[in-house]
């Protein structure tokens, strides 16, 4: 209706690196991305407006690798005991909502609530409760769960 609107959207890309390494590695990286999301705004009545987004995004790395026939025994070796490169992942839903208000033709007030939770899993900023390491020896620790929340309130002027 003219009061009421919905949207939402569905999204999926992917990506594939092939590559050639030295000491006889061979790399395929495949990146994965999907993403989903649903909105909605509206009018209650002629001075409130309300409105949210809901929406989620998994990306996903995979590293398969292997040999080529002139591998050295090394090569070998160690991918044998390793398995290779663990995958990386990411994932992230956020939630935002707001209300305006308008109080008169030239000012209105508007609050936004906002909560977002990622997860990531990457082994590239730390591995098995190992964190990073810089050339200087400073560390970095990565937290794999994190959330955040905002409360915002803006004064709208317009002139």
């Given at each position: 209706?003219?009061?009421?609107?919905?949207n939402?959207y569905a999204?999926?890309?992917?990506?594939?690196v092939?590559?050639?390494?030295?000491a006889?590695?061979?790399?395929?990286f495949?990146?994965?991305t999907?993403?989903?999301?649903?909105g909605?705004?509206g009018?209650?009545?002629?001075?409130?407006e309300v409105g949210?987004?809901l929406?989620y995004?998994?990306?996903k790395?995979e590293?398969?690798?292997?040999?080529?026939?002139?591998?050295?025994?090394?090569?070998?070796?160690l991918?044998t005991a390793?398995g290779?490169?663990?995958?990386?992942?990411?994932?992230?839903?956020?939630?935002?909502l707001?209300?305006?208000?308008?109080?008169?033709?030239k000012?209105a007030?508007?609050?936004n609530?906002?909560?977002?939770?990622?997860q990531?899993?990457d082994?590239?900023?730390?591995?098995?409760?190992t964190?990073?390491?810089?050339?200087d020896?400073?560390t970095?620790?990565?937290?794999?769960n994190?959330?955040?929340?905002l409360?915002?309130?803006t004064?709208l002027y317009?002139f």
């Amino acid at each position: 209706s003219d009061k009421w609107h919905l949207n939402g959207y569905a999204s999926q890309g992917s990506q594939r690196v092939q590559q050639s390494r030295f000491a006889g590695y061979i790399m395929s990286f495949q990146d994965t991305t999907t993403g989903v999301g649903i909105g909605f705004t509206g009018k209650p009545d002629a001075k409130f407006e309300v409105g949210g987004t809901l929406s989620y995004i998994n990306d996903k790395n995979e590293y398969a690798q292997g040999l080529d026939a002139f591998a050295p025994a090394e090569s070998v070796a160690l991918l044998t005991a390793t398995g290779g490169l663990p995958n990386v992942s990411f994932r992230q839903t956020s939630l935002s909502l707001f209300g305006k208000y308008e109080i008169d033709k030239k000012s209105a007030l508007r609050i936004n609530l906002v909560y977002q939770h990622s997860q990531v899993d990457d082994w590239m900023w730390g591995y098995n409760g190992t964190p990073y390491a810089y050339s200087d020896a400073t560390t970095l620790v990565q937290q794999p769960n994190q959330s955040v929340g905002l409360v915002g309130v803006t004064y709208l002027y317009r002139f």
